[in-house]
């Protein structure tokens, strides 16, 4: 079993910057798609920014273009978030997937489905 695991969360205050990090365990094949998500309680898992292994697909929310810039390593198993220009709306806990396949046919399926893999979560907290 894949295992994700999210590090690199924590406080800061408004327009500060905060880098994530996340390892996978194992590889999971050679055409995958890797993201960042990340929720508050009470509304919906949000996709901040997402890659395909390859580079080819690349997707942030709007809510963060400008700010974050999500890359990965050679090693395909690490993927990272560096967050600038935070703001108390980023508030939240941050979830690194990785999914099997391309990432338009995951995007079709909403970022859902068994095949995807999960971290648990990394809270990012932003201050005024």
């Known amino acids: 079993q894949v295992q994700l695991v999210e590090s690199g969360g924590g406080s800061v205050h408004t327009g500060g910057s905060l880098r994530l990090s996340c390892a996978a365990s194992?590889?999971?094949?050679?055409?995958?798609?890797m993201g960042w998500f990340r929720q508050t309680p009470g509304k919906e898992r949000e996709a901040v920014a997402i890659?395909?292994?390859?580079?080819?697909?690349?997707y942030y929310a709007d809510s963060v273009k400008g700010r974050f810039t999500i890359s990965k390593d050679g090693s395909q198993k690490k993927v990272f978030l560096q967050m600038n220009s935070l703001k108390p709306d980023d508030t939240a806990k941050y979830y690194c997937?990785?999914?099997?396949?391309?990432?338009?046919?995951?995007?079709?399926?909403?970022?859902?489905?068994?095949?995807?893999?999960w971290g648990q979560g990394t809270q990012v907290t932003v201050s005024s």
């Open positions: 194992e590889s999971i094949g050679s055409n995958r798609c």
């Open positions: 890659v395909s292994d390859g580079g080819g697909y690349l």
């Open positions: 997937a990785f999914a099997p396949g391309s990432c338009s046919s995951w995007a079709r399926r909403r970022w859902g489905g068994d095949s995807a893999y």
